[in-house]
């Protein structure tokens, strides 16, 4: 079995370095983004096709002349869904608009919360009007000025209910934006909010520039972004390769590279073998037995930190099977965690003791499921299926460290209680579109909450007002839940609000909402070249200090 999935890699290598080579030309550019000329002219604001998944969008900027900075490849395993950081509702593509699109505050690899697009800040002695100065001199892609204004029309944007922005919870406590002057922008809320700063360093606060979201609306925008970050989209090839120009006018400094692309390779092996044949410089999200391979190898650097991320299977509380609070006990009960971290996951995870992360604030280790397969089958006994259960469960592949992997080690577990878990295998973007429906048994999927703290590490997933096509994957309803989270949303002192958080986790994984996995660590892969890459506990990576060489 190894052999052939190493010949399987081997052919895809080849074949991607085929098309790399194709691409090069005699520009001497594998990636074929090297020159402005690359990609033909297009008139500002022309339509864009939405066709299938072969599409090839092309946004072609004001150009700039040709450079000799270098031009740089990444290795990712998932496409973007879309650009519009107000509808997007996946970290990998967050990634991609963490660096289009920036935000007034920002965390830092410390999860400390920093200036963006603002230089400082207030709040009023009530709690309701934040104040910001913000940072001068500073442009969108398309030349408009960043401002106040701008500020203005975005938080409205995600706002209004003709958006129907996914994420509007995140900024929900928003009532009112004034633009005092072109620097100063005030933020009224309806309640004094105690995770206000962390909500503004979700993804979802970037900012559009205002002539872009006039243009383009929201049908357009996803395919036209535009932000005052380090990156700007050239050309989109989907299912196969986004290529963005380094922003020349970028506010803290040009980057120091030309171009990035990030060529899409879903096979895990396929994405190892090219960074370690040199094919490109930096390689994401990499099996764990990928990572110990490359450590230690020349050339190569393997960059690894924490995340804010929790694995889970969504198990569907409204699917008749489900329902029973006694079959979702009893499928935790019938993993065993700590052998999927030792032999699967390996150093790169450790079992999960509650919804949130220790890297999320108002995380609480109340305590997750221990291994009793006799629990289980007792537990299973008790809610009539004394002979025979059975579930199906989606998975991504190639989307999180080791998901189909660990998606075998637990059905195989699931095996030794005598419950049959179907395996359904999907391409990350196309499952995410399909979980939207609810029409599953029980779906692997990571939650990484961008703000880093308990309020969207939990309201978006357990609240009862967030079924799908919002976030509340797994249809969760709680009344007294519900009361918590809407609560600790309004509550200031720290200490009520860590109290209430963790009278929330304890309750949702007493009733089992989820099978609880484990808390990942993430790597990046790079060549010896490469340097100043900034990876987040986020799960986030900023590319403006990227050098090569």
């Known amino acids: 079995m ?18 790399l080579t194709a691409c090069q030309g005699n520009s001497g550019n594998p990636s074929g983004a090297g020159s402005q000329e690359a990609a033909p002219p297009q008139e500002s604001g022309s339509p864009q096709e939405s066709g299938g998944p072969q599409e090839n969008i092309s946004q072609q900027p004001t150009p700039f002349p040709p450079t000799s900075l270098p031009d740089l490849i ?11 950081p107000h509808l997007c509702t996946d970290s990998a593509t967050e990634v991609l608009n963490r660096n289009i699109y920036q935000n007034l505050v920002r965390y830092n690899a410390n999860m400390e919360i920093i200036p963006e697009l603002a230089t400082d800040w207030s709040v009023s002695g009530d709690g ?24 203005k029309v975005s938080f409205e944007r995600i706002l209004a209910p003709e958006t129907a922005s996914p994420r509007r919870s995140v900024l929900e406590m928003i009532e009112e934006v004034r633009a005092i002057d072109d620097t100063t922008v005030d933020i009224l809320t309806a309640y004094p909010c105690g995770s206000f700063l962390q909500q503004l360093c979700h993804p979802a606060g970037g900012i559009i520039s205002p002539k872009a979201v006039e243009e383009f609306g929201i049908e357009r925008l996803l395919e036209n972004p535009c932000g005052t970050g380090p990156l700007m989209l050239r050309e989109w090839q989907r299912g196969e390769r ?15 590279f030309n171009s990035i692309t990030f060529n899409i390779v879903p096979d895990d092996a396929a994405r190892a073998m090219l960074i370690e044949a040199g094919q490109c410089d930096m390689a994401l999200r990499l099996p764990v037995n990928e990572v110990k391979r490359l450590r230690g190898t020349a050339n190569l650097n393997i ?20 329902k029973d ?64 259960y059975e579930f199906t469960l989606w998975t991504p592949v190639g989307r999180y460290l ?7 080690a637990i059905q195989a577990q699931m095996k030794e209680i005598g419950v049959t878990m179907h395996i359904e295998q999907w391409e990350f973007q196309a499952l ?41 994957r797994a249809h969760y309803a709680n009344p007294e839940v519900d009361a918590l989270l809407d609560a600790a949303k309004r509550e200031v002192d720290p200490v009520k609000r860590a109290k209430m958080y963790e009278d929330a986790q304890r309750i949702i994984i007493e009733e089992a909402a989820w099978l609880l996995l484990y808390y990942p660590k993430q790597a990046l892969a790079t060549t010896s070249a490469i340097s100043g890459a900034e990876l987040l506990p986020t799960e986030h990576i900023l590319f403006a200090k990227v050098k090569k060489g």
């Open 432 to 472: 995410m579109e399909e979980v939207k429906k609810g029409e599953f048994d029980a779906v692997l999927l990571g939650w990484s909450p961008s703000t880093g703290d308990a309020d969207q590490g939990m309201s978006p997933v357990f609240h009862s007002s967030q079924f799908p096509p919002q976030s509340n």
């Open 242 to 256: 986004l290529i963005f120009d380094a922003f020349s006018g970028y506010h803290d400094g040009a980057p120091a």
């Open 325 to 388: 609070p006694r079959v979702r006990q009893a499928l935790n009960y019938a993993v065993d965690m700590d052998s999927i971290v030792r032999n699967v996951v390996s150093d790169f995870s450790e079992p999960a003791d509650s919804v949130i992360s220790p890297y999320t604030w108002g995380y609480a280790p109340v305590g997750g499921y221990p291994f009793d397969p006799e629990k289980a089958k007792d537990l299973l006994k008790e809610a009539g299926y004394e002979d025979t």
């Open 74 to 84: 990444v290795a990712t395993g998932t496409d973007a869904s879309q650009l519009d």
């Open 128 to 151: 309701l009007t934040w104040t910001f100065h913000l940072k001068e001199g500073v442009l969108f892609h398309d030349g408009t000025p960043f401002n106040a204004e701008a500020v």
């Open 303 to 322: 960059i690894e930190s924490p995340t804010i991320m929790t694995m889970y299977f969504a198990l569907n509380n409204q699917k008749d099977t489900m």
């Open 2 to 19: 190894k052999k052939t999935t190493r010949l399987i890699a081997l052919t895809l290598l080849f074949l991607l370095t085929l098309s």
């Open 402 to 408: 080791m998901d189909l992997q660990v998606a075998e």
